[in-house]
């Protein structure tokens, strides 16, 4: 099980954008987990309370999920460093790696993003929907809005095909389904949050060792 765990947690922590007029701040999202697996359901039970909270500012941004008893993740990005840095911290145990920043992530070949008509309002900013498809991952359903403008390169969720800040996404990956909705926005943030410096406790990985650990046998 901390197997499957960690590897939901990497999930979470480690695709979302680019924007229009808000900059600098911080965005915290309602996370609900579920599955029909029975194993996966028991583990997404315990992510039960789950929220995430993504800060950013020029250059640099931070997302940090807290997954209920399972523990918690953050991923900070900077640009002018050019890496980005993931911390885990998952029953008791503590990794930590960091991965170049691409200045311009790719798009995957195979996936398609579609831009629909259909808008609504979340927390006073309307929203419009997306639909960002592949057959790796299936649909991940996104409402967006182009007033919050971030830096997300680096971060999960965040997609550089979607143009805005998406308030609320839909995904299901690993047997499990993930429903996420923005629940308050902030327009200030503290800028000591974006240290990239790993902090004494944690085991270095690579990201391919990580996920080796996580998908292992």
Request: charged letters at 20%.
């Amino acid at each position: 099980m901390k197997k499957i765990a960690l590897l939901v947690c990497l999930f979470v922590s480690t695709t979302l954008v680019s924007f229009a007029q808000m900059k600098k701040g911080a965005v915290t999202y309602d996370m609900n987990f579920s599955s029909d697996n029975p194993e996966m359901a028991m583990i997404s039970s315990m992510m039960a309370g789950s929220k995430m909270t993504m800060y950013f500012t020029s250059g640099k941004s931070r997302s940090d999920v807290s997954m209920g008893m399972m523990g918690t993740s953050s991923t900070v990005s900077d640009q002018k460093a050019k890496k980005s840095v993931t911390l885990v911290d998952m029953m008791g145990t503590k990794y930590a790696t960091e991965t170049p920043l691409e200045e311009n992530p790719a798009k995957p070949e195979s996936q398609t993003v579609e831009i629909t008509t259909e808008t609504k309002e979340i927390l006073g900013y309307t929203c419009t929907k997306a639909l960002i498809s592949s057959p790796e991952s299936g649909v991940m359903t996104v409402w967006f809005t182009k007033d919050i403008q971030a830096f997300t390169s680096g971060q999960n969720y965040y997609n550089s095909s979607i143009p805005g800040l998406p308030l609320s996404i839909s995904l299901s990956a690993n047997g499990i389904t993930i429903d996420m909705v923005a629940t308050k926005v902030e327009k200030k943030v503290n800028k000591k949050l974006f240290s990239t410096k790993i902090p004494e406790g944690y085991e270095i990985k690579t990201a391919e060792e990580l996920q080796q650990m996580g998908a292992g046998q």
